[in-house]
T-cell receptor
Framework: DAKTTQPTSMDCAEGRAANLPCNHS???????VYWYRQIHSQGPQYIIH???NNETNEMASLIITEDRKSSTLILPHATLRDTAVYYC????????????FGTGTRLKVLA | GAGVSQSPSNKVTEKGKDVELRCDPI?????LYWYRQSLGQGLEFLIY????????KSGLPSDRFSAERTGGSVSTLTIQRTQQEDSAVYLC??????????????FGSGTRLTVV
């Protein structure tokens, strides 16, 4: 599975959009991009996934570049409860089932 | 159940003792995973169960660690002769059968194990 690179930490003002980048330059054609987040003292929570089209759900939007080498998770109106570690993972559904969680991006939403 | 349930939520044990950690996955989820997260670290894969297939134990750090899944549902992770480096949060997750596009994991809240 392809490796991902994320910034170690980011701050975002409450009510503003939080844009979390992820580089996955070695992604292959059948690998999906998944995003999870982990709020302190809880297990990771699935947010969204995509292959090549942009995706949106009730939690977030996922923008994937045309060459698929990077993506951005967008939380449109960040709240204090969105403070968490955000993990970007690329995984081939037909390959290993083991998610490889890196160290993620620690997002701090500021009041 | 509505979510993945893990018990106990916290466990303090003396070095050298055995511990058992339990995971009750979401009903109908045939895949079950154990991960470990040490303080300030990312998640480390331990073991994977899928239906009646032989489990993938490749992530277990030593032969002191074992896991079983009875009846395709509840799973128990056993650590024998615990060491201080075993202190971590042990997370269980379940999902529909691996390979179904779009289904992420659902994680439990974990068991925080402290070996003193």
């Amino acid at each position: 599975d392809a490796k991902t690179t994320q910034p170690t930490s980011m701050d975002c003002a409450e009510g503003r959009a939080a844009n979390l980048p992820c580089n996955h330059s070695t992604i292959s054609g059948n690998e999906y991009v998944y995003w999870y987040r982990q709020i302190h003292s809880q297990g990771p929570q699935y947010i969204i996934h995509g292959l090549k089209n942009n995706e949106t759900n009730e939690m977030a939007s996922l923008i994937i570049t045309e060459d698929r080498k990077s993506s951005t998770l967008i939380l449109p109106h960040a709240t204090l409860r969105d403070t968490a570690v955000y993990y970007c993972i690329v995984k081939d559904v037909s390959g290993t089932y083991k998610y490889i969680f890196g160290t993620g991006t620690r997002l701090k939403v500021l009041a | 159940g509505a979510g993945v349930s893990q018990s106990p939520s916290n466990k303090v044990t003396e070095k050298g003792k055995d511990v058992e950690l339990r995971c009750d996955p979401i009903s109908g989820h045939t895949a079950l995973y154990w991960y470990r997260q040490s303080l300030g670290q990312g998640l480390e894969f331990l073991i994977y169960f899928q239906g009646n297939s032989a489990p993938d134990k490749s992530g277990l750090p030593s032969d002191r660690f074992s896991a079983e899944r009875t009846g395709g549902s509840v799973s128990t992770l056993t650590i024998q002769r615990t060491q201080q480096e075993d202190s971590a949060v042990y997370l269980c997750a379940s999902s529909l059968a691996y390979g179904i596009i779009g289904h992420g994991y659902t994680f439990g809240s974990g068991t925080r194990l402290t070996v003193v």
